[in-house]
Every structure is written in C-alpha cells, then in structure tokens.
C-alpha cells in the first residue's frame, strides 16, 4: 500500500517564477494537507483541502493556492516566488474526522534563486 | 493562536532514557502527537493523546496533561536510529468543521552517542 507520494522531490526556481507541487494521498485518505518546513523549523500549515475545496488556511499570502482533484491528489502552487519560498513542502493525508491518522510525504526540497 | 514550545537540541547515550518536554497554549485544542523526522525524510508519527495520562508504544511512552497544557515523550533503551528530530503538534478544531489542523513546534534534535 503506497504511502503519501510527492513530485517533484527537488526543485531550482528563479525569484519571480511559479512552481505547482503535487502530491498523491494514501490509497483510502480524502483530505489533504499541505505544511512549509523551513531549515530548522517546524512544519507550518499553509492550507487544507476535502472534497475539492479548501476548507481551512494557515497564514500564508494568496500567492500560495492548491486545488484538489475528484480522485483526492492535490497541487500547491506558488506564484511571484521569493527567496524566502524556499524550504521543504510537505504533504500530509488523512482520513476526514479528527482520526490520528495523518500520513506525511517526503516532501519538495524547493530552492528559490 | 497557538504557541508551542519544546527544546531545541538534546544529547543522550546509548541505552540510556530521554524524556523530550513540551509546553503549549492554543484554543480549540483536539489531540497532541508527536513524529519523529529524520533529516531529508517525511515525519513519522510515534503517538497520539487526545485524554490525560500516558500513552506507552514499545519503546517509546507520551503523556499529556491538559490542564497543564504539557506533554513530553519518553524514549528508552536509546539506539543510535534514534537520532532524529522529534516534533510535537497540536492539533485544533474549527468549530462546525470535522477538520483539524496540526500546529508545529520547531522540533527538538536529538543526538545519541555511543
């Protein structure tokens, strides 16, 4: 049984440009988290999504905006990126209900240049 | 908001019991879990307390004190894998929503020698 799959898992990106991440939740999980972990930091959250709409949001600018597809995969993009942008992006699965299971991918090393 | 506070880096032998401690303040709160994550690799969970008291899972024990808005996690028997970053979360509930969110700490690196 696949876990939490992500692509890609190393990006280079130039202030300014775009990037969409995706992400594949476990095989039987409908909600989608996505989390930014700065070196030496915690995860934060950015946004989640169920049923294909984002049902809560971290605090994180409008540049950042995801969508959920019918099949429950999700993509994060990032627009006008920034040097702070950079950091490892995770993506984390789950069950909808406050169940414990909540499942994290290996995450996108995204590096802004 | 949430502010959750754990050390930073901790060291400990082999064989040897580490306790990792966690402090928080947040509204709404729904269960506390703590992941271990190894540099470069996904977070991987340990354990879940949602009621006061300890939660033990072989090697590795969790408790929670609400009131005290407290947790910590305790490993023993130390093994050189153990070597990690141990992350404590909170996670809170959105009133008319069965949704939660986990709340981070900036983790605490722990480094066991031989």
């Known amino acids: 049984d696949a876990g939490v799959t992500q692509s890609p898992t190393h990006l280079i990106k130039t202030r300014g440009q775009q990037v969409t991440l995706r992400c594949s939740p476990k095989?039987?999980?409908?909600?989608v988290s996505w989390y930014q972990q700065a070196l030496g930091q915690g995860p934060q959250f950015i946004f989640q999504?169920?049923?294909?709409?984002?049902?809560q949001r971290g605090n994180f600018p409008d540049r950042f905006s995801g969508h959920q597809f019918p099949n429950y995969s999700s993509e994060l993009n990032v627009n006008a990126l920034l040097l702070g942008d950079s950091a490892l992006y995770l993506c984390?699965?789950?069950?909808?209900?406050?169940?414990?299971?909540?499942?994290f991918g290996s995450g996108t090393r995204l590096t802004v240049v | 908001g949430q502010n959750i506070d754990q050390p930073t880096e901790m060291t400990a032998t082999e064989g040897a019991i580490v306790q990792i401690n966690c402090t928080y303040q947040?509204?709404?709160?729904?269960?506390l879990f703590w992941y271990q994550q190894h540099a470069g690799e996904a977070p991987t969970f340990l354990s879940y307390n949602v009621l006061d008291g300890l939660e033990e899972k072989g090697r590795f024990s969790s408790f929670l004190s609400r009131s005290k808005g407290y947790s910590y996690l305790l490993l023993k028997e130390l093994q050189m894998k153990d070597s990690a970053s141990y992350l404590c979360a909170v996670r809170d509930r959105v009133r008319g929503s069965t949704l939660g969110r986990l709340y981070f700490g900036r983790g605490t690196q722990l480094t066991v020698w031989p």
């Open positions: 947040t509204s709404g709160f729904n269960g």
């Open positions: 095989s039987g999980h409908d909600t």
């Open positions: 999504y169920y049923e294909e709409e984002e049902r």
């Open positions: 984390a699965s789950s069950l909808s209900g406050l169940s414990r299971g909540y499942t």
